[in-house]
């Protein structure tokens, strides 16, 4: 089955020889990337407090944010430095706050060698504003969008956005939390102490190699999306952290590359679910476990006024396209619980304030209102194909990428749809060989329904990002103009968002 490939299949250098070694690394896969937890194998593994990013209110900062993007040396294990990229620091960037109502000024100033940009992921804000591929920061130069902060409290994600290069840039740090507050959600009176009971948590999966990072590549790396042994919160190796005993907030950010977490307590606790990628849900939900996808958010109440310690898990992750065998077998090899965040509360406190019983009002969107569907298929060149194996027709066939939206690879040039301001639709996504979170600039949605049913429990909400294979239908109405610029689609695995499994929409 291994023939001759295609000129550029996933954009990366594609010679006989690197595609066989990455076949030959499957069977090493399970060394390379799960066995070895080389992390745990060297000297400084022990519990590290939680790092906590600083925070930059825009309100108590005259509406101005600066951002300087840099490279810089992180110490993830103590004495061991690793080259790393960061926001006004060498790894992640400061929490940024913004308040319902203001206009921000923001200035990002890029101190690279190499163009980037800066997308607030979540902010509903018109296409021009919004950092994605086509509002390049070139080297030294500095961007100074203004920022209308017109939607509900939520906890957002602001990361690098360069066509082709996103997965790396983030890998190596260029991501952060940005947490949108409004007088309904502060009047909730939920824990709001930021640090304190109030945490962002940024979660990575990353590979070391003798306590320094190290940025896997390959072509199982260019199909599963990076992948790493070690767990970070943000940034931080085996962390714990020190909490009240009351109840707090948890503000989960998943800002890995391509890994899902199944996050539940060691001890079994329950927490509640306040709120999704869009802000809050309508009423708390009870959960045990909850999963988050590549880009997507949640936060959460945990009620730790008995005090003592619980651990946050997660269950391994088995999204892996099945290549036959090989795919089962690395899934298999994963270890099946990993601790994210060990939690102290010390001794007992105060019996936990109420949680409100509701939590937000909403309109619903009204299906009957959508005017047309649009159908997207997340494309992994692999259909039609026989017997396993990554040389599908997308491989071997006319040098077509792997990755695709609808059978085409992203195309910086081409408006791939054109939809009208104002309007609402219906999206039928849909995906193949493994889940695909599917994020949209620009919008938030309601989930209508999952495999031609019901949606699940952790579909509710509004939301950006949406874990699809199965077909899922998306209610979306665009109110902000993509003119001057267009809007992304795309999956948020950054591998095959960066190899071609991105589109973009304009507004009428
Ligand atoms: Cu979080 Cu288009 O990205
Ligand atoms: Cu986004
Ligand atoms: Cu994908």
């Known amino acids: 089955v291994i023939g001759k490939l295609p000129k550029r299949p996933w954009t990366m250098r594609s010679t006989r020889r690197t595609f066989l070694a990455a076949v030959a690394a499957v069977a090493a896969g399970a060394a390379g990337i799960y066995a070895a937890r080389s992390a745990h194998l060297v000297a400084g593994s022990e519990p590290r407090p939680l790092r906590i990013p600083p925070l930059l209110d825009a309100r108590k900062q005259g509406q101005a944010i600066a951002l300087s993007v840099q490279a810089g040396t992180t110490e993830f294990f103590p004495g061991r430095e690793s080259e790393t990229l960061g926001y006004n620091g060498a790894y992640l960037g400061p929490t940024i706050r913004m308040?319902?109502?203001?206009?921000?000024?923001?200035?990002?100033a890029n101190s690279l060698r190499e163009a980037t940009?800066?997308?607030?992921?979540?902010?509903?804000?018109?296409?021009?504003?919004?950092?994605?591929?086509?509002q390049l920061i070139g080297p030294g130069a500095t961007w100074r969008p203004v920022l209308p902060v017109r939607q509900s409290a939520a906890t957002l994600f602001y990361h690098s956005h360069v066509h082709g290069e996103t997965a790396r840039q983030v890998y190596l740090g260029l991501a952060g939390v940005l947490i949108v507050g409004d007088d309904a959600e502060a009047a909730l009176n939920l824990p709001s102490e930021y640090g304190i009971d109030d945490?962002?948590?940024?979660?990575?999966?990353?590979?070391?190699?003798?306590?320094?990072?190290?940025l896997p590549s390959g072509m199982m790396t260019l199909m599963e999306g990076r992948r790493g042994d070690t767990l970070l919160v943000n940034g931080t190796p085996n962390a714990f952290a020190r909490v009240p005993a009351r109840r707090i907030r948890l503000r989960l950010v998943n800002g890995s590359n391509a890994r899902f977490y199944h996050l539940s307590f060691d001890d079994?606790?329950?927490f509640q679910w306040i709120a999704s990628e869009g802000g809050l849900l309508e009423a708390p939900v009870e959960l045990r476990a909850l999963t988050l996808a590549p880009g997507q958010r949640a936060e959460i109440l945990v009620d730790f006024s008995t005090g003592g310690s619980a651990t946050l898990e997660t269950a391994r992750d088995s999204n892996l396209p099945m290549v036959g065998?090989?795919?089962?077998?690395?899934?298999?090899?994963?270890?099946?619980r990993q601790p994210v965040l060990a939690f102290d509360a010390g001794v007992p406190g105060e019996p936990p304030i109420p949680i409100p019983a509701r939590l937000a009002v909403r309109e619903h969107a009204n299906p009957a209102q959508a005017v047309r569907r649009r159908r997207f298929v997340l494309g992994m060149g692999m259909e039609g194909m026989a017997g396993g194996g990554m040389m599908g027709r997308g491989m071997m066939g006319g040098g077509m990428g792997m990755a695709t939206i609808n059978g085409r690879a992203f195309d910086m040039a081409r408006i791939d749809e054109r939809v009208r301001l104002g309007d609402t639709e219906i999206w039928e996504v849909s995906g193949e060989m493994m889940a695909h979170p599917f994020h949209v600039h620009g919008v938030h949605f309601e989930v209508l329904s999952r495999a031609g049913a019901r949606p699940d429990v952790l579909d509710q909400g509004l939301k950006d990002t949406v874990v699809v294979q199965e077909p899922v239908e998306l209610l979306v109405r665009f109110t902000q103009p993509a003119v001057n610029a267009p809007?992304?689609?795309?999956?948020?695995i950054l591998e095959h968002e960066d190899n071609g499994m991105m589109g973009q929409f304009a507004t009428d």
């Open 117 to 134: 940009t800066v997308h607030w992921h979540g902010l509903v804000v018109p296409g021009e504003l919004d950092g994605g591929p086509h």
């Open 199 to 214: 945490i962002p948590l940024v979660l990575q999966d990353r590979q070391f190699e003798a306590g320094r990072l190290v």
């Open 268 to 270: 079994g606790r329950t």
């Open 487 to 492: 809007f992304m689609y795309h999956c948020h």
């Open 325 to 336: 065998m090989m795919g089962r077998l690395r899934g298999s090899l994963a270890p099946e």
């Open 99 to 108: 308040h319902r109502g203001d206009d921000v000024q923001l200035s990002v």
